[in-house]
């Protein structure tokens, strides 16, 4: 069974035992506009709960992607490197950016469920 949670900073992660899948929100993906690149961190970092782990440009902007719970790098989604639209296209499926072994699974409780995200992005209309 998978638990989702999100962050005020848009990301999203999903946990599966002691690993996590993170990327950015579908909000967020659609306030940046067409991504064009996608920076992503080495497998074997660590971070720490909100840490800058990645980066996404868009034609509009660049932002910065924070780890929303602390860990070590597993993997990283090499095809959003090579097809930057895959982050628009599907922002919470093929387009994740980082796997980690999280250092404290309970952490997630932490951030907030679906629909105290949904509520956030109603606020900011």
Known sequence: MST????????????EGDEATCGIT????????????????????????????????SVKAAAEVYAPIAGEVTAVNDAIVNDPSLVNADAQGAGWFFR??????????????????????????
């Open 100 to 125: 980690l072994r999280v250092d404290d699974a309970a952490a997630i409780e932490g951030l907030m469920d679906e629909s105290a995200y949904e509520s956030l992005v109603e606020e900011l209309g």
């Open 4 to 15: 989702i949670r999100y962050t005020e900073d848009h990301e999203w992660v999903r946990l």
């Open 26 to 57: 579908d909000y967020a993906q659609e306030q940046l506009g067409d991504v064009v690149f996608v920076e992503l961190p080495e497998v074997g970092a660590r971070f720490a709960a909100a840490d800058e782990v990645a980066v996404v440009e």
